[in-house]
C-alpha cells in the first residue's frame, strides 16, 4: 500500500458489498446450521464474511467474526496451520 492511501476505498461501488454482507450472513447461518457452528467450512465462511464486514465499516462486527473465524481454525487445524 502506497503511503496516503485508503485501505477502504475501492472502485466497486458500496452497494455490493452491502449485498455481499447479506449474502455472506444468509450462508453463514446455512453453514452453522448444516455443518455446526465449529467446523472449518463454517469458519471459512465467517472469516469471509469478517472480511466484508470490515471493508463496509462494521468494525466489531468483523473483528468478532475474525475472532471467532480463528478460534474455530485453532480448535479444528491446530495453532499453526
Not at 453463514?28 to 463454517?42: A, C, I, R, S
Request: hydrophobic share 35%.
Amino acid at each position: 500500500m502506497q503511503p496516503g492511501q485508503d485501505w477502504k476505498y475501492t472502485m466497486i461501488d458500496p452497494i455490493y458489498y452491502e449485498e455481499a454482507d447479506q449474502h455472506l450472513r444468509n450462508m453463514l447461518h446455512f453453514f452453522e446450521m448444516e455443518f455446526g457452528p465449529h467446523e472449518t467450512v463454517t469458519a471459512e465462511c465467517l472469516f469471509s464474511y469478517a472480511l466484508v464486514s470490515l471493508k463496509i465499516g462494521n468494525d466489531m462486527v468483523g473483528l468478532e467474526a475474525m475472532q471467532k473465524s480463528h478460534m474455530i481454525y485453532s480448535n479444528n487445524l491446530g495453532e499453526y496451520d
